[in-house]
């Protein structure tokens, strides 16, 4: 199965389940509470999902390494390769 | 479990010995424009595998560079040996995907690992990477700039974002189970390598994502190693444009055929 196709699965199962509480299809004759209740969580979902993302990239970025030791290292490096390889006959 | 007097183990710590022996690390370098960077990445690798002590060769794959990086590449080979340098030119630039498949063919290792040579990628961490595919017989190990140690650098704020940004939207549609999927600093089993090669159509950044999400599709173990990526120093990259466009693209169709 394709993550698209699970996707859509998941979305309509999660759909499905909204309706049948929020229009009590199956005449369950739930109490109305559970029903306003119900009623706008897809949007709570939804948002909740949006703030999560905002907050998790928001986080990573900020928390993203700087790897000055890493470049650091790497320019002393160049320094000893290219004199050991000009030493090596290399034509650069 | 060394003890010699227990034969079985005598058998298995011999024939363990031996597949160490055997094991060699075929290194692919595709070149384009890298006539700065090439000698020291060729000798920075020399230095690491001399220091572990591991079995390897390094398959240079330039794709008719104007800037003269075969003839450097020429002299690497008088200097280190053709039996560690091998170059494996094309006549025109044809691509990152097709250089991988190209070297491929000629590697002789029973592992491949596959880097950039505009040293953004260090030869250092190929002591780990090895490692940790013995650790936990690995199919394939990737190397990871979003977990542990790993990192970048030389972004700036809004590289950062697009980058984090692009990799949190592809785990949330792609579930992937590896943490960087568009890092080309990974190490293959050759025969993981080939049948994923085989099944991969991307091109660009798309085709690394390709390839760990086929991996996990095909239910291949993966291992992370975090890396460092210092931006390249010497000469410009040559992926860039509608980058994003075509990312985006690329994670669309994976997503709806993956
Ligand atoms: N053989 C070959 N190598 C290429 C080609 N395009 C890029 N490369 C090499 O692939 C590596 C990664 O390319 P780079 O331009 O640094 O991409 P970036 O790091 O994603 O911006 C470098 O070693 C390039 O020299 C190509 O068409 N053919
Ligand atoms: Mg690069």
Redesign the pocket.
Known sequence: MTKLLQWLLGVSLVLTAWALVSFDLLELSLPPAYREMAWPMPLYLLVSFGCYSLATVGYRVATFNDCVDAAKELQVQIKEAKADLRKKGLKM | MHTPANPVCLVLCEHEADQRREDKYSVL??????RENLPLIVWLLVKYFNESGYNYEIII???GSPDGTLEVAEQLQKIYGSNKILLRP?EK????GT?YIHGMKHASGNFVIIM???L?HHPKFIPEFIEKQKEGDYDLVSGTRYRGNGGVYGWDLRRKLISRGANFLSQVLLRPGASDLTG?FRLYKKHVLESLVERCVSKG?VFQMEMIVRARQLNYTVGEVPISFVD?VYGE????GNEIVSFVKGLLTLFATT
């Open positions: 370098l595709p070149t384009y424009n890298e794959i330039d794709d094309r630039k044809l691509g990152l250089a950039d040579a505009d953004s080309s950044y390249r990259s040559k992926l860039g």
